[in-house]
């Protein structure tokens, strides 16, 4: 077994920062990590930010340039990954190669939550998570046009920010009551309401795309499920994502919401772990099963596996925190505020520059900033060691933020 290599199934966050961590801590067997699109591993938040804006090529995006993996001895395998034969500790490839393992971890991530409504399959309606879906959105742009973007998340956000900016006319379509709605206080979604609006994107609640209509095959408009039309030369859709656990499921690993995992991040099989957005791992600092889709996430369950199998393992106990970028606004997250029964505002919404303290029985369990930095950093320190300030800390503006620090 000890010339086998550790294999990564997936290139994103968390299989790169998985090879990369293993030989930044002295690991000197052979690593592989099997990479299923045709690009170098790549970073996938710019892909609807800085990138989908136009800043820089696919180069741009890459993580390291072919000549690391090779300095690196990282072998980049490209195929993809079809079943696990667990008795003989093997992988067995869509090309039909066979590559065994002293370890496997599965870093398979998620993938788009397709819409099923009437047309939905036309080449007019896009999705925004790799890059080849980025790069023809980028390319959209210079149409112009009337675009529908279908769910008011992050992502769907981001991309509404950006096309407005570059032109388009933007109506967006979300069923719950309103933007963000899983992810923020209402708060937060009051700002970003307003800011969208005022750049003329038209925002549409409690209503649903049922179909979308075309002639000779492009979009002609989206019908909502009030029975309104919406006129559009192009949808773009952004309804979350589904986590990747067939692999796993099939070698009969157990699999609910993602592939269920220890606080080690290993699988029922202790030859085989799970990392990133597909992992839903025994949470430590939150007492409950997560499955979190965050570039935090992916690289710090990464970091913990690559001690694991260097001889330094502990649980996995990362502070979760997130960012998102909408038009000139950043908006930043740190710990989980699911379940919050206070919220405190720090600073001034109307001047663009403000944070959501929340509180579960009188204690801080998540900071939301808006164009905020200091206090999402200040969140984030705190947080980690599991502190707290008291409601009427938070909200006075006086209060030195570094004191409860010290």
């Given at each position: 077994?000890?010339?086998?290599?550790?294999?990564?199934?997936?290139?994103?966050?968390?299989?790169?920062?998985?090879?990369?961590?293993?030989?930044?801590?002295?690991?000197?067997?052979?690593?592989g990590l099997i990479n299923d699109e045709a690009h170098l591993p790549y970073q996938r938040p710019p892909l609807s930010k800085a990138y989908l804006k136009g800043a820089g090529g696919p180069d741009s995006v890459m993580f390291r340039p072919e000549k690391f993996y090779h300095d690196q001895r990282i072998e980049l395998i490209a195929d993809r990954a079809a079943a696990i034969d667990r008795s003989a500790r093997e992988l067995v490839c869509a090309s039909g190669a066979s590559r065994p393992y002293k370890h496997l971890v599965l870093a398979t991530g998620?993938?788009?939550?397709?819409?099923?409504?009437?047309?939905?399959?036309?080449?007019?309606?896009?999705?925004?998570?790799?890059?080849?879906?980025?790069?023809?959105?980028?390319?959209?742009?210079?149409?112009?046009?009337?675009?529908?973007?279908?769910?008011?998340?992050?992502?769907?956000?981001?991309?509404?920010?950006?096309?407005?900016?570059?032109?388009?006319?933007?109506?967006?379509?979300?069923?719950?009551?309103?933007?963000?709605?899983?992810?923020?206080?209402?708060?937060?979604?009051?700002?970003?309401?307003?800011?969208?609006?005022?750049?003329?994107?038209?925002?549409?609640?409690?209503?649903?795309?049922?179909?979308?209509?075309?002639?000779?095959?492009?979009?002609?408009?989206?019908?909502?499920?009030?029975?309104?039309?919406?006129?559009?030369?192009?949808?773009?859709?952004?309804?979350?994502?589904?986590?990747?656990?067939?692999?796993?499921?099939?070698?009969?690993?157990?699999?609910?919401?993602?592939?269920?995992?220890?606080?080690?991040?290993?699988?029922?099989?202790?030859?085989?772990?799970?990392?990133?957005?597909?992992?839903?791992?025994?949470?430590?600092?939150?007492?409950?099963?997560?499955?979190?889709?965050?570039?935090?996430?992916?690289?710090?369950?990464?970091?913990?596996?690559?001690?694991?199998?260097?001889?330094?393992?502990?649980?996995?106990?990362?502070?979760?925190?997130?960012?998102?970028?909408?038009?000139?606004?950043?908006?930043?997250?740190?710990?989980?505020?699911?379940?919050?029964?206070?919220?405190?505002?720090?600073?001034?919404?109307?001047?663009?520059?403000?944070?959501?303290?929340?509180?579960?029985?009188?204690?801080?369990?998540?900071?939301?900033?808006?164009?905020?930095?200091?206090?999402?950093?200040?969140?984030?320190?705190?947080?980690?060691?599991?502190?707290?300030?008291?409601?009427?800390?938070?909200?006075?503006?006086?209060?030195?933020?570094?004191?409860?620090?010290?």
């Amino acid at each position: 077994m000890a010339d086998q290599p550790i294999l990564i199934v997936g290139a994103g966050h968390a299989g790169f920062q998985l090879a990369a961590s293993l030989r930044q801590a002295g690991y000197e067997g052979p690593v592989g990590l099997i990479n299923d699109e045709a690009h170098l591993p790549y970073q996938r938040p710019p892909l609807s930010k800085a990138y989908l804006k136009g800043a820089g090529g696919p180069d741009s995006v890459m993580f390291r340039p072919e000549k690391f993996y090779h300095d690196q001895r990282i072998e980049l395998i490209a195929d993809r990954a079809a079943a696990i034969d667990r008795s003989a500790r093997e992988l067995v490839c869509a090309s039909g190669a066979s590559r065994p393992y002293k370890h496997l971890v599965l870093a398979t991530g998620a993938r788009n939550r397709l819409i099923d409504v009437p047309n939905a399959g036309l080449e007019d309606v896009l999705y925004l998570r790799t890059l080849d879906e980025s790069e023809a959105l980028r390319q959209r742009f210079e149409a112009g046009g009337r675009v529908v973007v279908v769910g008011a998340g992050f992502i769907g956000l981001e991309f509404a920010a950006t096309a407005r900016a570059k032109g388009l006319e933007v109506e967006v379509v979300e069923l719950a009551p309103r933007v963000m709605a899983r992810a923020v206080t209402p708060e937060i979604s009051d700002y970003f309401q307003r800011r969208h609006s005022e750049a003329g994107i038209r925002l549409h609640f409690g209503v649903q795309a049922t179909s979308i209509t075309s002639e000779e095959g492009r979009v002609t408009g989206v019908t909502l499920s009030d029975g309104r039309p919406i006129a559009a030369d192009l949808v773009v859709v952004g309804v979350g994502v589904l986590p990747n656990v067939e692999l796993a499921a099939e070698a009969g690993l157990p699999v609910a919401s993602g592939i269920i995992v220890d606080e080690h991040l290993l699988t029922a099989d202790p030859d085989i772990s799970a990392i990133g957005d597909c992992a839903l791992f025994a949470s430590v600092r939150f007492g409950a099963p997560l499955r979190l889709e965050s570039v935090q996430n992916a690289a710090d369950q990464a970091r913990c596996v690559a001690a694991r199998l260097t001889g330094n393992a502990n649980s996995y106990d990362g502070l979760p925190w997130f960012w998102s970028d909408q038009g000139p606004d950043k908006l930043q997250i740190a710990g989980l505020t699911t379940g919050y029964d206070q919220v405190v505002v720090r600073g001034d919404a109307g001047q663009g520059s403000f944070s959501a303290f929340c509180y579960k029985a009188g204690r801080l369990i998540g900071i939301e900033s808006v164009n905020r930095a200091s206090d999402h950093v200040f969140g984030r320190r705190l947080l980690a060691v599991n502190g707290s300030i008291a409601p009427e800390q938070a909200a006075d503006t006086s209060f030195d933020l570094k004191q409860a620090l010290a």
